[in-house]
């Protein structure tokens, strides 16, 4: 479990904004929010057995379809890409912060 804040601050927006969506994702059964111990006014967010299933369905249908994608690749551009990915998903896994070149959140 995970505090929402920490939601807020790794997708680079408001806690309001997060917190509207987590009580619809809590209505559809996909998550459960539970009062933090430490902390009256937080909670903390994780995934109820339906979410996990639901996460796991949605890696598997966007694997298949990568997969497919890819399927007539070089074996060597395939582990390209998968390293390169790699290194953006890595680079993504910051919180965000403002560009004031583009006006828009980045990743550090």
């Known amino acids: ?6 939601i807020a601050e790794h997708i680079g927006v408001a806690t309001s904004v997060v917190s509207r969506r987590l009580r619809l994702l809590e209505t559809l059964g996909l998550i459960e929010r539970l ?3 430490d902390d009256g006014r937080a909670y903390l967010v994780g995934l109820t057995d339906e979410g ?9 249908v966007r694997s298949r379809r990568l997969g497919g994608l890819v399927e007539s690749w070089p074996e060597r551009d395939v582990r390209t890409l998968a390293e390169l990915l790699a290194k953006f998903n890595g680079s993504a896994a910051g919180p965000a912060r ?9 990743r550090e």
């Open 52 to 60: 996990r299933h639901h996460v796991a369905e949605v890696q598997d």
């Open 1 to 6: 479990m995970i505090p929402g804040e920490t």
């Open 35 to 37: 009062p933090a111990p």
């Open 98 to 106: 403002h560009c004031k070149a583009t006006g828009g959140d980045v």
